[in-house]
């Protein structure tokens, strides 16, 4: 079946560092790829998305590249913020249906 | 805001006891999913509806069941509740599928569910 992978976390960096979240996934189809960010006590928010391969989503100095080679869509951000810290899911659409999501990465940024 | 709505926010009851959780989604959306997050099985999905016929079904317990409305309006029932059961439900919407967005969900704030 599809699945996603994050790498393990918790990640702590401090203010100004260079982000990486990496994860992969298994899909059946052709997906669509998201990365969805859980500020604490909130529900979940669309960060980024990409539907095609080659195609880079970014929003907020968040970006991530849909790499259909090594079935990856890495999470990077060139410079940290304290608001940064949350938790950030990476997950799989195909068909337009379910959302099948990763474990999650808490991130904590230190000021 | 993402335009979704789940009703109650906090809900806490006792083993056996049966809930119903509500959600609106947003206004235009004819798909609803509900998600279940607990902190050993993460983030998984429940049910699809699409404007008022079930779609898709995930690891949905069969004490578990849901309904979307004439209004578009979907609620969750659980039942026979255990202490596992304890975690944020989540409801999402989407625009009709194979239009644009590609499987984009919006989420509400969850309804997170206590079984003491």
């Known amino acids: 079946g599809d699945s996603v992978t994050q790498m393990e976390g918790p990640v702590t960096l401090s203010e100004e560092a260079f982000l990486t979240i990496n994860c992969t996934y298994t899909?059946?189809?052709?997906?669509?790829l998201f990365w969805y960010v859980q500020y604490p006590g909130e529900g979940l928010q669309l960060l980024l998305k990409?539907?095609?391969?080659?195609d880079k989503g970014s929003n907020k100095g968040f970006e991530a590249t849909y790499r259909k080679e090594t079935t990856s869509f890495h999470l990077e951000k060139g410079s940290v913020q304290v608001s940064d810290s949350a938790v950030y899911f990476c997950?799989?659409?195909?068909?337009?249906?379910?959302?099948?999501f990763g474990q999650g990465t808490r991130l904590t940024i230190n000021p | 805001d993402s335009g979704v709505t789940q009703t109650p926010k906090h809900l806490i009851t006792a083993t056996g006891q049966r809930v119903t959780l509500r959600c609106s989604p947003r206004?235009?959306?004819?798909?609803v999913y509900w998600y279940q997050q607990s902190l050993d099985q993460g983030l998984q999905f429940l049910i699809q509806?699409?404007?008022?016929?079930?779609?898709a079904k995930g690891n949905i317990l069969e004490r578990f069941s849901a309904q979307q409305f004439p209004d578009l309006h979907s609620e969750l029932n659980l039942s026979s509740l255990e202490l596992g059961d304890s975690a944020l439900y989540f409801c999402?919407?989407?625009?009709?599928?194979?239009?644009?967005?590609?499987?984009?969900?919006?989420f509400g704030p969850g309804t997170r569910l206590t079984v003491l």
């Open positions: 999402a919407s989407s625009l009709q599928p194979g239009t644009s967005g590609r499987g984009e969900q919006f």
């Open positions: 899909a059946t189809g052709y997906p669509s």
């Open positions: 990409a539907t095609k391969a080659d």
């Open positions: 997950a799989l659409s195909v068909g337009a249906q379910k959302l099948v």
């Open positions: 206004s235009g959306d004819l798909s």
């Open positions: 509806y699409y404007n008022g016929e079930e779609r």
